[in-house]
């Protein structure tokens, strides 16, 4: 019999909300014990627990089903997969950022400038949309320290609320995109996997609903 696998991050920010989810869903799963892949005692699941930023590849390769992501990683990746439903937990933002002190008025200050980011798919296409002609530099992490060290003038990275830019003495300008946590799916789904998805899908929308 075959089994949907769901793969969802091992640990950080969606961790937790992700095994909330599954749990309210009614799916009973032994989580934690280091274990990288488990299966569902009481319904025809696998979950695999992975980096969150390998998600959309395991899920455009159907190695994995389905998968719980932000949004931003989602767009960031690039794959061909679907959303098949925003899920309303880890909202937050992905902003520009400029050092406190600099003069802003707007968006076109970021002409010649260099910034820094994770997500340099995401802004390359916001600043194309906006006419601006900036070196985005591609850094993993950490940021927020960028312009103070000399490395940008300004930086575009995920907020939500707020603290994280301003102790590194940053002020946030423009908002580039609006994330959630979403549950996206494979393209390659068989019948068999598709009907076991959408008796999941029909909880998660049970659970959302009782929510609101
Ligand atoms: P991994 O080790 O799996 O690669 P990570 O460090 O890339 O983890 P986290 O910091 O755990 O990722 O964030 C996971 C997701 O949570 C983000 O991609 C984003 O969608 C969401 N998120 C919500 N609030 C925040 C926040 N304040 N900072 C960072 N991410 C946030
Ligand atoms: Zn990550």
Known sequence: MSKLKIAIQKSGRLNEKSVALL????????????????????????????????????????????????????????????????????????????????DYEGISFFNDKKVATSYPNILQNYFNENQIKATIEVISGSVEIAPGIGLADGICDIVSSGSTLLSNGLKEVEIVLKSQAVLVSSQNLDEEIQSILNKLLFRIRSVQKAKE
């Open 23 to 102: 749990e309210e869903c009614g799916l009973k799963f032994p989580n934690g014990g280091g274990k990288l892949i488990t299966e569902s005692s009481n319904f025809p699941v696998e979950i695999l627990f992975l980096r969150d930023d390998d998600i959309p590849q395991y899920v455009e390769q159907n190695v994995a089903h389905i998968g719980i992501i932000g949004e931003n990683v989602f767009l960031e990746s690039q794959k061909q997969i679907n959303i098949v439903e925003k899920l309303n937990f880890s909202g937050c933002r992905l902003s520009l950022a400029v050092p406190k002190e600099t």
